[in-house]
């Protein structure tokens, strides 16, 4: 009589191993999608900060640019002038 019950039992309930398996692999899933889905935002975050990043690099480099062409300006002769001329004497 016992083992009538608890077959009655198991097919309301997921008690047997395959089933509680599926149950497993069904949670497991969900979070791998969750965890795709946050991995996404975290690549389209790093792409969008590489692209800032390569704007402000350009705008350095077009200003070091303009500034050593600018020969005229203060910070150019205080970098190049006299004391450049004594450093290559040597």
Do not use: C
Not at 68 to 82: A, N, V
């Amino acid at each position: 009589m016992w083992k009538k019950e608890r077959s009655v039992v198991s097919k309301n309930f997921p008690t047997t191993r395959k089933e509680k398996d599926f149950d497993a692999f069904d949670v497991l899933k969900v979070q791998l999608e969750e965890k795709d889905k946050q991995i996404a935002l975290l690549q389209e975050e790093l792409s969008q900060s590489r692209d800032q990043s390569n704007q402000i690099i350009a705008a350095l480099t077009s200003q070091n640019q303009l500034m050593l062409e600018d020969k005229t300006s203060p910070w150019y002769r205080r970098w190049f002038g006299k004391k450049a001329k004594t450093d290559n004497s040597h």
